[in-house]
T-cell receptor
Framework: AQKVTQAQTEISVVEKEDVTLDCVYE???????LFWYKQPPSGELVFLIR??????QNEISGRYSWNFQKSTSSFNFTITASQVVDSAVYFC?????????????FGKGTMLLVSP | DAGITQSPRHKVTETGTPVTLRCHQT?????MYWYRQDPGHGLRLIHY???????DKGEVSDGYSVSRSKTEDFLLTLESATSSQTSVYFC??????????????FGPGTRLTVL
């Protein structure tokens, strides 16, 4: 069975600090997808990134970057120069592919609090 | 933003009453999902649908049923609500193929309280 572990329940930083959110996953499949979602205090779930298991290239999008390492089954998320608006719960998720559709297994989330 | 609405957005009900939550999409996506979100558990899959009248159980399906008679609507029913079903319920949609393969988009959520 697939599993996603986000060991950090809560992280508090001061604005402009860099912060890394950890995600470790377990799966028996060779083909899978990894995701990060953001849930701000308003409650909606916002898609941030998707990565497939064949692409280990790190990705950077503005202040956000993702480090995917199959050797350690990790897909970590770094926010550079954090801002108050980054305060949210962040979820890592894993998808296995079944007949063309997928189900997502979520981690329990990491609450990030960025204070001014 | 994906066109997904959920109704009602908030509901308070009593133990033992039936409750139906509706998810409506305007994206014509084939796959639809119902999750519940609880503190300390993240999001857990209740049921999903891979086409009209095609549904399957997820991780926490006990006490829930679903129906999908049209592409755009996915209904979640609690036949006899219990206090353990107090939660925030999210609907999601996805479509296979192309650059968005397996990516799910979520509705705004429904907060359900069972007294």
């Amino acid at each position: 069975a697939q599993k996603v572990t986000q060991a950090q329940t809560e992280i508090s930083v001061v604005e402009k600090e860099d912060v890394t959110l950890d995600c470790v996953y377990e799966t028996r499949d060779t083909t899978y997808y990894l995701f990060w979602y953001k849930q701000p205090p308003s409650g909606e779930l916002v898609f941030l990134i998707r990565r497939n298991s064949f692409d280990e290239q790190n990705e950077i999008s503005g202040r956000y970057s993702w480090n995917f390492q199959k050797s350690t089954s990790s897909f970590n998320f770094t926010i550079t120069a954090s801002q108050v608006v980054d305060s949210a719960v962040y979820f890592c998720a894993l998808s296995e592919v079944n007949s063309g559709y997928s189900t997502l297994t979520f981690g329990k989330g990491t609450m990030l609090l960025v204070s001014p | 933003d994906a066109g997904i609405t959920q109704s009602p957005r908030h509901k308070v009900t009593e133990t033992g009453t039936p409750v139906t939550l509706r998810c409506h999409q305007t994206e014509n996506h084939r796959y639809m999902y119902w999750y519940r979100q609880d503190p300390g558990h993240g999001l857990r899959l209740i049921h999903y649908s891979y086409g009209v009248k095609d549904t399957d159980k997820g991780e926490v399906s006990d006490g829930y049923s679903v129906s999908r008679s049209k592409t755009e609507d996915f209904l979640l029913t609690l036949e006899s609500a219990t206090s353990s079903q107090t939660s925030v319920y999210f609907c999601a949609i996805s479509e296979p193929g192309g650059s968005s393969y397996n990516e799910q988009f979520f509705g705004p959520g429904t907060r359900l309280t069972v007294l």
